[in-house]
């Protein structure tokens, strides 16, 4: 796979989405959050989705000038229209909101409506994490998971992600669609010639498949948990408490009205976003030092198979980001580079050069 | 199946648990709180687990004279000692200050240490809904859950549970184990004599076993999502999730060191629990509105199977408390008849009584 230095990625990413309309401190920051997936091996949220954004703010979808405006605010909670910013524009914006609330009173919970897609919920999770708090962040999405019994996508892949300090600047980070796998697996899947595992998909005669083209084109993911004899009413569940903690408490538009996310989106897709940062100097001293102990016990326990540690919550990713920083360089597939190459054509600037 | 008048049953209970040294007002909160999950048709949360309850007062394990106190508190938070009473007198303590707190400033996030086993954890998160709130609550358990890889359970069923209240008296109930099943799910497959799916357990062996009672003997559950293939780290990262928040903030024992609960007890469990409350009233208006939306569009949704209606959320249990309170009764197995004769011989109440 060709090889892109890290520099050269995040230099392609800010030039392309100046080039389509964003103040330079926006374009850095949203690159910055598209670049941070790709560093860990979220590679489906990072520049793979650089295109959409760029359609979006060209279309006048997403507003890169938009400032975030506080509708309603106690010394706890604020309610914020995201002015159909920029991902990491609202982002910012609502989580540095919720960490001074939280540094003020102990809490800083932020819901926010009309939001454009966020990247990865745990990039927000770990801002608050890096101020020593414990950070929160869940967003809705477009329909796409299947409830329990149901024929049809109506809820999202609707993220929980937490993250948290641990002494010695380790940190436990959880980020998971409430989907057993997100599309992009699905994909992998097909790239890689391999079915499914049961419980991922249903194909479109609502049958569970294992036939990655079958799920792929048929767009009915199961939750977490997969069918109802394997308890998936649970991820279905999850996904729902995120809608209310989303949709519910900022006014967006829940799930089952949000337009999949397209190349020729027409109108803001108006989502709801969360925020939350909460204080562990407000509870028991010593949270660091006990974080610390159930990540090194985790870590230690015996495995199954020797060849497969056991991890702790944001291991794989601190390990991903690990050798990509060794390497000063990110692996992209063919396609990727193709993609960006007709973009930079398109929207007339440099070329994302591979070593 | 025997069946027992709901007054009976509550009769019984509170009578056991005075009996076993609990004051007259926590003996019926903690018997309303069994109660309920008999009511809700989770009978491994109720009278199921009385005598647990009472051998823990005996013992000394959980003090039923206890207070809580409040050791730390901002506007927003407080950080609570159980000082090991029942769980009904912690929650009721804890989760009224977390409603309190929301009512004045948004947001109420209590973090208890010192806590015995509270019963479900979505009666909880209801004291919460009941007064026009979202309520959530967390707790640890005992180490029973096996992280993804690894040979041993060491994190608990710990529970997440929401529930937030739509227009019209309707609402939406959260409340799952963040195993796949819990361990009285396995029991029932053994009674059945049916084998457990797969994705529920392992056996003593380590490996993946759909063999309900070697599941049993052998105590190791997997996490929701099953094995790794089906992703089953989610649930392990949702279990973590809860461990962060309720040990994590608390200062309690963490799951790896909680002993097992059982009828020799020698020790207070020190679990964590967690009880949050967070007022919709300060965030966008419509908030019961637009739960309605949700709950509707969810029940409508056109079923794969015509005889299986698609639920939202929490309609399981209140479809059972329906048929509870209309029939007027409570069915229990046989078992638990004989469990309960034995117990009020023991303690000198008068008998359950079924019609």
Redesign the interface.
């Known amino acids: 796979m060709p090889e892109v230095r890290v520099e050269e990625a995040q230099r392609f990413m800010q030039e392309s989405l100046l080039a389509g309309g964003a103040p330079l401190t926006e374009a850095m920051a949203h690159a910055d959050l598209l670049l941070h997936a790709d560093v860990v091996g979220h590679y489906s949220h990072g520049m793979n989705r650089l295109e959409l954004y760029i359609n979006d703010m060209k279309s006048g979808v997403c507003n890169p000038h938009a400032e975030p405006i506080i ?2 605010e ?4 604020a ?1 914020v229209d995201g002015c159909d910013g920029l991902g990491a524009t609202v982002g910012n914006f609502s989580m540095a909101l919720a960490i001074k609330k939280a540094k003020e ?3 800083g ?1 932020v ?1 926010v ?1 009309r939001c454009n897609h966020y990247g990865m919920a745990g990039y927000w999770a770990l801002k608050a994490e890096k101020e020593g708090l ?1 950070g929160m962040s869940f967003t809705n999405s477009s329909p796409i998971l299947v ?6 996508g ?1 809820l999202g892949t609707n993220p ?1 992600s ?1 993250a ?1 300090p641990a002494t010695g600047g380790d940190s ?1 980070v ?1 980020d ?1 669609a409430t989907t ?2 997100a599309m992009g697996k699905v994909e992998m899947q097909i790239r890689k010639g391999e079915p499914l ?4 998909a249903l194909g479109p005669d ?2 569970p498949t294992t036939d990655a083209q079958l799920a792929f084109d048929a767009g009915k993911l199961l939750p ?3 069918l109802e ?3 998936g ?6 996904s ?2 995120v ?3 989303c ?5 967006s538009r ?1 799930t ?1 009205n949000v337009p999949q996310w397209s190349h020729s989106q027409t109108e803001p897709p108006n989502l709801g976003q969360c925020f939350v940062a ?3 100097e ?6 660091g030092d ?2 610390a ?2 990540l090194q ?2 870590r230690n ?5 020797p060849s ?6 944001g291991d794989k990713e601190r390990n991903n980001a690990k050798v990509t920083h060794a390497r000063g360089t990110i692996k992209y597939p063919e396609s990727q580079m193709t993609s960006a190459k007709r973009l930079a054509d398109r929207i007339g600037i440099r070329p994302l050069e591979a070593i």
Chains 1, 2 share one sequence.
Not at 74 to 77: L, N
Not at 247 to 251: E, F, V
Not at 301 to 305: A, G, I, M, Q, T
């Open positions: 509708l309603k106690t010394a706890a909670t309610w009173c102990g809490v919970w819901a409506k414990i409830p329990t019994r149901a024929k049809q109506t929980i937490m948290a436990i959880v998971l057993t796998a595992p049961e419980g991922w609502c049958e977490l948990g997969g004899k394997t308890n009413y649970k991820g279905y569940c999850l729902a408490m809608e209310v903690l949709s519910g408490l900022s006014g829940a089952h909460l204080n562990p407000c509870f028991a001293p010593g949270f006990r974080i102990d159930c016990h985790w326990l015996e495995p199954v198979d497969l540690p056991v991890l702790a919550p």
